[in-house]
């Protein structure tokens, strides 16, 4: 490796460690409007999480897992150990196998929430719930999934009472911004987290959006 070379990676090192900035978008569906999407398959079942659903969702895709998709993978066997109510699964039943993992959580977890995830997310009120951590193994991505199981989880929410579901996609992350579009999500607020200082001074805001 050629000196400059090694010196301008140091260099990028160095910038990211002195500050790093981080946008969300916050996104929210109305379950009291009608929203013209209808779902393209009624093969998808919400369901309750079981032990058995660990292997083909989560342990499954360990095998061979990049770094960061090892640290993805990992954040939700943490998220389950906290026992926070509650994880659900979309399951195809043309296949008879879990296609989807989300926490559908609500403002009786606030005070977990806020713990497990350093109080990224505005606390919740009555009638409203967060769907978060989302996850589809490798092998059924690219198919569609991730909009009949958020149109799946809606219908699921409406019959439970809720009025509002949100959750939070990174700014980057456009597959899932565009997913959550086509399910009838719209963005509501953006979420800014910058660190700075190798991570020392660490500053959030949360800036509405007008619809």
Known sequence: MQFGEYGGRLYRGLQRQLRQDWTTYGLIRDLRSHIPVKRQSTSYKVRSYEQGDLEPLLARDLINATRRERKDILLRYAHLAENIPTCYVVEDRTIGEPVFIQWLMTERSNDSISRFFKGRFPKLSSKEALLENAYIPKHHRGRGVMVQALLAMSEFATVEGFWWIATFVAKDNLPS???????????????????????????????????
């Open 177 to 211: 911004l565009k997913g959550c579009l086509r399910a009838g999500f719209y963005p509501f607020a953006i979420r800014r987290d910058v660190h700075l200082c190798f991570h020392r001074i660490k500053r959030r805001e949360f800036v509405a959006l007008s619809r």
